[in-house]
C-alpha cells in the first residue's frame, strides 16, 4: 500500500491555483514591489525571500501600528496571496497584529515546486525575515497555520521552544490519516502533525467544524488533545472546511486568544524582570565570599536562592532539538487529492449571510467583527 499510496499522493496533493490571482510588478513612483491588481498601501509590503532549497517565495507583511504580536499565517491547499489579500488585511486590523503571509514554492509568484519539505523551507524562510527584517522576536510570534498550512506551522512551532501561540485552522493530523483511518505513523507518510503537536511548547488554539467533508472534525480534537498546553478551542457547529471565517464566533474567539496570551506573555516579562534584578543585587555578595569570611548581614541573604529558571530553559531547548530530528524522518512524499478543496466564500456585510465563493480557493472577502 505505501508505495502507491505516496505515488498517489505525490501526484495530487498540491492544487496552487492556476494561473495565480495576482502579478508582482514594480512601482514606477517608489521602485517597491506590489501585487497587480491590488493597489498599494503603506502598509502593506511585498518581497521575494529566498529559500534554503533554492526556490525564492513571495510574501506579504501587514504592519499594524499598535501590534504587540506578528502572526505567521501558512494557508491552505488551493489558496494563493492573492486570495487570501482581504482576509490578511482584516485579520490585522481587527487582531490588532502585525501580520505576514507567504506563498508556498509553486504557489503564485513563488518559484519552484510545492513539495512537503519545500513548504518547510518556506515557512523558515519567512520566519527568517520577520526577525532579520521587522525585529520579531521568537516570543513576539504567533503561529497560524491552515489546513495543509498545518504541517509547516507544525513543523516549525516544533523547534521554536519560547514561541508566543499557535493557531490550527482545520488542521490534520497527517497527510495519510485523511485518507485512512491508519492507527499508526508509516514512514511514507507527510505532514505528521500528530508526532510533533506534542513537542510544541506554548498554547495552542484548534478551530474546526463540525461538519468538515475534507478534513474531519476528529483530527482537530485529537491535536487538541495531544498539546502540551491547551487553550479553549472552538467547534464551530456546522462548518465546514471551507467556511469558519464566516461565524461571528471566530473572530471574537481569536481576539479573546491573542488578548489572553499577550497578558500572559507581559506578567512572565514582569516576573522575569524581578528575577533578573535580584539576581543583580547577589553579585556583589559573590564577591565578598570569594574574598573573606561572609558578615552577619551577607549570611541573611544566603538563604535566598537564585532562580534556577535558566537551567530548565536550556534542557527543554535540547530536549526539543532532540525530539526534531526523529520527527523530520519523512519522505517528500505528498497526500492523495481530497473530494474537494480549500475555499472561501464572500460574507455580505451587513447580515453576515454566507454565500458561494469562487471555486477550489481558500479565500475571504470581508471579516466582521461583532
Known sequence: MGGVTSSVAAKFAFFPPSPASYRLITDEMTGLLVMNPFPHRENVEISKLPTRRGTEIVAMYVRHPMATSTLLYSHGNAADLGQMYELFIELSIHLKVNLMGYDYSGYGQSTGKPSEHNTYADIEAAYKCLEETYGAKQEDVILYGQSVGSGPTLDLAARLPQLRAVVLHSPILSGLRVMYPVKKTYWFDIYKNIDKIPLVNCPVLVIHGTSDEVVDCSHGKQLW?????????????????????????YIKHL???????????????????????????EMPRQSVDRREKPRQSVDRREKEKPPKGQSKKSKLRITFEQHLDRSRRSVDLHEKARKSVDHYSHHHQNNHEIERGRKSVDRLDRVRSE
Open 255 to 281: 481576539k479573546k486568544f491573542i488578548a489572553t496570551v499577550e497578558r500572559s506573555l507581559s506578567s512572565r516579562k514582569s516576573t522575569c524582570q524581578s528575577e533578573n534584578q535580584s539576581s543583580d543585587v
Open 225 to 249: 488533545e495531544l498539546s502540551k498546553e491547551k487553550y479553549e478551542p472552538l467547534w464551530l457547529e456546522g462548518g465546514n472546511h471551507c467556511d469558519l471565517e464566516q461565524y461571528p464566533e
